[in-house]
């Protein structure tokens, strides 16, 4: 069985957490001093759906970052 290095899960568990608050941060909310027009239902929506899938990603990462640590206790 070929088994890869925890650096490896770390990297990954890094990335999604800096990306994921990046786009929550940066796509998932409203800006209004930068909106030339009015928010739309689509934008809205669209919005919405960044900020959830930027919390999804976060929290993957952690998960990540956390079971690799071995904090969780369990193996597979």
Do not use: C, N, Q
């Not at 990335?15 to 929550?24: D, I, K, P, S």
Request: aromatic share 10%; charged share 20%; no cysteine.
């Amino acid at each position: 069985m070929i088994s890869l290095p925890p650096i490896f899960f770390y990297a990954i568990g890094t990335l999604l957490v800096v990306f994921g608050v990046m786009r929550t941060v940066v796509l998932g909310r409203r800006r209004a001093d930068r909106e030339l027009v009015d928010e739309t239902p689509e934008r809205a929506k669209a919005r919405k759906r960044h900020f959830a899938m930027g919390i999804v990603w976060v929290l993957l990462g952690l998960f990540l970052l956390v079971s690799t640590a071995g904090i969780l206790g369990f193996r597979l």
